[in-house]
Structures are given as structure tokens and as C-alpha cells.
């Protein structure tokens, strides 16, 4: 049998020896390589049809039980152009420090390529600050400890000083590669944009507000001034802000990380929803597409990763959910 994540499902690392140095710095650039040739890909987001269903994520952090329910949630596998499925991932490094002080969390950013290179369509590896602070050298710290460090030793420990740098440039490619956002196709200011966060106000007047209609060089990433960064770093947004940048790139609803939510969501007049999914009151949303983008409807598209039995009805729904075809079938067809 193939080896399962907790949740049930399978682990997207099945089939990558996760020790070995050529075969992890292959799965990176493939990945790489699917962020940026991606038919979704369109600048610095991926932009998806208004249609199928998209389960939109906050921080996870290396939480592999709640990494396994969004996948369970997001039911990849049955995702079809006529009845796409997609999820959204950021913030997928810098966990609960273990053994010692080092973080192994180059593991879960090896899952989130796996999924990217065998899904390209229908998974989105949107860029977050501790992915970025891995490839820019600015630290950041979580419970006292400085986490980027941490990580490098992570990853010299499994592969070892001399092919750790390699690895690491590989890494570096991947977190390159991402999308800034996720925005669906719709009519003006009925557009859901994903994101790990948003400018902070003050830091407005230095934003390109075009960086979503191009392609991000290295002058993006540059600490507090980049659009890349300071897209990904900001805070405590206000409603004129929030209405410029909607107006701005006609959206109706943001959904974003980034911040620590205690109860895995909140909402932001006047369109903000802010997620976490990496804690015990973690949350997700799973999104029919085609509904109105607003506060009110994202109530009932809040999904609660802490509930064990979250991916046993997702399981249920899809077995009861007929195939692609069944639905418009004749019933008297010959079985």
C-alpha cells in the first residue's frame, strides 16, 4: 500500500527518496519550473476560471495533520478542467522547533513541491515572509529562536555541509518561483484574491500596484522596499486601503495569512478575511466558485482543520458525488 498522511490521504512524497540530494534538488526545480510555466500563471499570480471549487488556506507552518485535512478538503485527485479543484499554501516552513533547537521543515516545502509539480493547474504555492526570509537573509524569529538558522542546519544535517548549499539554492529557486497571488477570473470587484498579506498602510507610497500584472525581478524582493516584500510583510490595514487596492485590481473579497488569529479566522471590514491553519483552532475555507465573494458567505465556506472527522466527510461527499459525466448521463443508459 501506498504510504498515507494523517487524514488519509496520500503523501505526496511517496515516491522521492527525501534524503537524497539529487533527487530533492530535482523535485525543487521541477517544481520551479511548473510555478512558472503553469497555463494559470499570468505576471507574479496564477489566475483560475470562476468555476469548480478552491480551498483557501492561512499560515500552516509544518503542521502535517492540518496540511493532510486541507488536502483531504481540496480532493486533488478528482479535479478535472470541466470541474477544477484547487488550494492555496503559504507559510508552510518554520514549525515547532524539535531536536535540539533545528527545524526539519524543508520536508513540508518539499510536499508543497510534489503537489505543485504533479498538480500544476490546481496548486497554488503563494509566497509568504518566512519563505521569503529564507532567500533574503532577513531573520525572523519565533518563540526566541531565530528560525532561519535553524532551518539551514535542518537542512545540512539530513543532506550533509557539502550538499546542503545545493539544496538550499534549489530552495531558493523554488521560493523564487511563486506567485505572489492567487485571483479568480470574474467580473470587476467580484474577484477573490488570495495572498499572504497585503502592503502596510504607511508603506503605501513606496508599493507598485502594478506587481501583479508583471513578472517580479530581484528588485522585489529587497527588504522594506520590494513590492514582493512589502506585500508579504504588511499589517494592520485600514478600510481606505483595502477599497483602493480592490478598486485597483477589481477584487470583492482578500483572503489572507500572516497575521495570528486565535480563532483560525477573522473578518476585516470591508473585505478581509484573515486565516490561520496552523493551530488547534486552525481554519480553511472551501470556496464554491461562482458564488458572490463576500463577508457573509464566507461563514458558511469556513471549514475547522482541528475537527478529526473534517477529512472523513470530505471522503464521504466525493464518494457520493457523481463522476465527471454521470450527471448529464441518460438512466436508462446500458450499465
Not at 496520500?10 to 510555466?37: F, M, S
Not at 496564477?46 to 471549487?53: S, Y
Not at 498538480?119 to 526566541?144: C, D, F, M, R, W
Not at 458525488?321 to 436508462?332: F, I, L, R
Request: hydrophobic fraction near 40%; aromatic fraction near 4%.
Amino acid at each position: 500500500m501506498s504510504p498515507m498522511a494523517p487524514g488519509g490521504v496520500h503523501d505526496p512524497l511517496e515516491n522521492v527518496d527525501t534524503r537524497d540530494p539529487d533527487a530533492v534538488v530535482r523535485l525543487l526545480d521541477e517544481a520551479a519550473k511548473a510555478n512558472r510555466e503553469a497555463s494559470c500563471r499570468a505576471g507574479s499570480v496564477d489566475r483560475i476560471a470562476n468555476k469548480g471549487v478552491l480551498v483557501a488556506t492561512g499560515d500552516l507552518h509544518d503542521n502535517p495533520v492540518h496540511f493532510a485535512r486541507v488536502l483531504a478538503l481540496a480532493q486533488l485527485d478528482r479535479a478535472t478542467e470541466q470541474a477544477p479543484r484547487h488550494v492555496t499554501l503559504h507559510e508552510v516552513v518554520h514549525g515547532e522547533l524539535r531536536m535540539g533547537g533545528v527545524d526539519f521543515s524543508h520536508r513540508a516545502l518539499l510536499r508543497v513541491a510534489a503537489l505543485k509539480r504533479d498538480k500544476p493547474e490546481y496548486v497554488h504555492t503563494l509566497l509568504a515572509n518566512h519563505e521569503l526570509s529564507q532567500i533574503v537573509g532577513a531573520g525572523v524569529v519565533k518563540n526566541g529562536a531565530p528560525v532561519r538558522e535553524a532551518f539551514n542546519e535542518g537542512v545540512r544535517i539530513t543532506f550533509g555541509q557539502e550538499e546542503a548549499s545545493r539544496v538550499l539554492a534549489a530552495i531558493e529557486r523554488f521560493i523564487r518561483s511563486m506567485p505572489l497571488a492567487l485571483l479568480t477570473e470574474a467580473p470587476e470587484g467580484e474577484r477573490i484574491l488570495c495572498a499572504h498579506s497585503l502592503p502596510s498602510p504607511v508603506l503605501m507610497d513606496r508599493f507598485d500596484e502594478s506587481v501583479l500584472e508583471r513578472d517580479l525581478v530581484v528588485e522585489d524582493y529587497e527588504p522594506r522596499r520590494g513590492a514582493a516584500h512589502l506585500m508579504v510583510w504588511g499589517r494592520g490595514h485600514t478600510p481606505e486601503q483595502l477599497e483602493r487596492l480592490a478598486r485597483r485590481w477589481g477584487v470583492g473579497l482578500f483572503i489572507l495569512g500572516h497575521e495570528h488569529v486565535e480563532e483560525g479566522w477573522r473578518v476585516h471590514e470591508p473585505d478581509v478575511v484573515t486565516l490561520n491553519s496552523d493551530h488547534d483552532k486552525g481554519k480553511a475555507l472551501e470556496i464554491p466558485l461562482g458564488e458572490r465573494p463576500d463577508l457573509e458567505h464566507a461563514r458558511a465556506w469556513l471549514r475547522n482543520l482541528a475537527d478529526e472527522d473534517v477529512a472523513l466527510r470530505a471522503a464521504a461527499q466525493a464518494a457520493q458525488a457523481p463522476q465527471e459525466g454521470e450527471a448529464d448521463a441518460p438512466s436508462d443508459r446500458p450499465s
